[in-house]
């Protein structure tokens, strides 16, 4: 059975960091890039931050730039979005995706989609 499962949102203070998870299973997670996407009440969701099927590449929108890593372990079947210095606009649902594409920032091409794991920056 085909499952992304992301977890490790919580509520955390202004300047604070997260660790974010994506487990995956039901499909081969080596052959897929993944993408770490948002939505904000009120807001269209957007691309966050994305990596590559091995690893060897990644992007970040310029929101997160300086303030993000994403990494992946496939031998685990999981990627991690880590979240430092966060500010109460980062404030949204985060949700994992896969794509056998490229690495990218928009929604077009990812299949497979987790149902979110909701982070609150507030202090």
């Known amino acids: 059975q085909l499952q992304i499962v992301e977890s490790g949102g919580a509520l955390v203070q202004p300047g604070g960091s997260l660790r974010l998870s994506c487990a995956v299973s039901?499909?081969?997670?080596?052959?897929?890039?993944i993408g770490w996407f948002r939505q904000a009440p009120g807001k269209e969701r957007e691309g966050v931050s994305c990596i590559s099927n091995n690893g060897g590449r990644t992007m970040s929108a310029d929101f997160v730039k300086g303030r993000s890593t994403i990494f992946r372990d496939n031998a685990e079947n999981t990627a991690y979005l880590q979240l430092d210095n966060l500010e109460p606009e980062d404030t949204a649902v985060y949700y994992c995706?896969?794509?056998?594409?490229?690495?990218?920032?928009?929604?077009?091409?990812?299949?497979?989609w987790g149902q979110g794991t909701q982070v609150t920056v507030s202090s």
């Open positions: 995706a896969a794509t056998p594409d490229s690495c990218g920032l928009v929604e077009k091409g990812y299949i497979f």
């Open positions: 039901g499909f081969t997670f080596a052959w897929h890039s």
